[in-house]
């Protein structure tokens, strides 16, 4: 029988604070397949590692190629290796709740697929999230400086800014015209730049996102306006060849102003902190959140949320947490990477830093049956860590239960503003309300 925390955290509607959702006109032009909504996500990775060529996965995912059993045969003893990884869980997740689906084999996809059309209608890509998944609302990375309401569910649907070319040392010109009219000649101008997208943007935004992590290090040092000014003059004559020396001046200077006009706008800064999607190609000294303490300690006024729990660096994430007012750690993406070390760290975390600093769930995923897999998936382990907790006499279930409420809602609702959001949005599209 269900305890009343277990009750607590499948009814209580989740904040997803991070997606790379697409949007709606683009889910149903994509009309994606049974093979790419259980697939296309992280586990390719896993199918990989686990000895599957990148032929077949490639091949796994072409549904121009209408075949469902050519496609999966060459992937399938991968899979059945990979299947019980965070990733694994995930997906068989999805063929349960999506499709009916309790082992996955050539017969029995075939044969699930034409439950795949209602998946692809107008408003089901919402239904999924709001009533299967019971999402407060989401967050989105769509990977672009400009942010605009989403029409199709206005007060759930929020977007961050992106700030990832300017923190790698490499402002997009192209965006940037496209997004503000203006154009990157001097350090003045790029200035302008910025202040403009805010100026634009910051009122509908959640956040600013970066995951420059991926191609650069974390460390942050000082820059100056000279130093900056003479990497920008390198940029725009050189573009992508430059030396990484010069990146990197220009990135820490761009970075630095974006968390001043984060805190001008009272917006948050999220970091990807921590493991690298994909495969082959993680240089761990570039991700430990410990490289942005000289950050962290210049803008104490900044909000910073450290994204993946940095794993596998978890107990320094705790540490920084615990030690600086301005870091909250979130655990999007990481019941996926491993419910065990996200189960441990939020154990940890609750006898270690302030409960109101830790957010529980984002799936960091593009389509939304993954979301609400990855959704289902972070409540049951995260009911398994309460559990253990009141097991073990450290909890009641009182407390448990309070403790629930504020890392699936209430501390993200204070960090981001949500409420205030949520209002400004309803206002623009009345009848969203």
């Known amino acids: 029988m269900p305890t009343d925390v277990a009750t607590f955290i499948q009814q209580t509607p989740l904040v997803d604070t991070h997606e790379h959702l697409r949007y ?7 009309r994606p397949d049974i093979l790419l909504q259980l697939f ?38 991968a899979w059945e290796a ?14 349960r709740e999506l499709y009916g689906i309790e082992e996955l084999t050539p017969e029995t996809l075939a044969a699930a697929q034409d439950k795949n059309v209602a998946l692809v209608q107008p408003g089901e890509r919402l239904r999924l999230l709001r009533e299967e998944a019971n999402l407060d609302h989401v967050q989105t990375d769509a990977k672009t400086l400009g942010v605009k309401s989403d029409p199709s569910g206005p007060d759930f649907f929020f977007y961050d800014i992106s700030w990832v070319d ?22 003045f101008s790029l200035r302008q730049v910025m202040e403009t997208i805010f100026e634009s943007y910051a009122s509908l935004a959640i ?23 003479k990497a920008l003059d390198t940029y725009l004559r050189n573009g992508e060849e430059i030396d990484e020396a010069t990146r990197l001046c220009l990135g820490d200077w761009c970075w630095a102003r974006g968390v001043e006009l984060c805190i001008e706008h009272d ?7 921590g493991y690298y999607a994909g495969h082959s190609r993680m240089p761990v000294d570039r991700i430990r959140s410990g490289h942005l303490t000289p950050l962290l300690a210049k803008y104490p006024d900044a909000r910073f949320v450290l994204m993946h729990i940095a794993y596998p660096y978890t107990e320094e994430l705790i540490a920084l947490a615990k030690h600086y007012p301005n870091v909250y750690a979130d655990l999007c993406w990481a019941w996926s990477i491993n419910p065990y070390s996200a189960t441990e760290f939020v154990r940890r975390f609750l006898h270690a830093a302030p ?42 279930e009182d407390q448990a239960i309070a403790l629930a409420r504020r890392l699936m809602q209430d501390n993200q609702y204070a960090c981001f503003r949500v409420e205030e959001k949520k209002t400004l949005l309803r206002g623009a599209h009345p009848a969203s309300g």
């Not at 992590?213 to 942050?220: I, K, V």
């Open 24 to 30: 709606e006109h683009a889910y149903l032009e994509e």
């Open 40 to 77: 296309q996500n992280y586990v390719s990775a896993d199918l990989r590692v686990a000895g599957a060529s990148q032929d077949a996965v490639d091949k796994l995912l072409d549904q121009t190629n209408p075949d469902l059993a050519a496609r999966f045969a060459p992937v399938q003893e």
């Open 82 to 95: 990979a299947q019980h990884t965070g990733y694994g869980e995930a997906v068989r997740i999805i063929a």
């Open 166 to 187: 300017f923190c790698s040392g490499r402002p997009n010109h192209e965006e940037i015209a496209h997004y503000t009219g203006l154009e990157v000649t001097d350090l």
């Open 207 to 229: 956040a600013v996102k970066s995951q420059h992590a991926y191609n650069r290090t974390l460390r942050w040092q000082e820059r100056s306006d000279a130093e900056a000014a």
């Open 267 to 273: 917006l948050p800064q999220k970091l990807h902190t």
């Open 355 to 396: 409960a109101n600093k830790i957010f529980l769930f984002g799936g960091d995923t593009g389509y939304p049956g993954a979301a609400l897999a990855y959704a289902r998936q972070a409540r049951a382990w995260f009911t398994t860590a309460l559990q253990a907790e009141i097991s073990d006499g450290l909890l009641t």
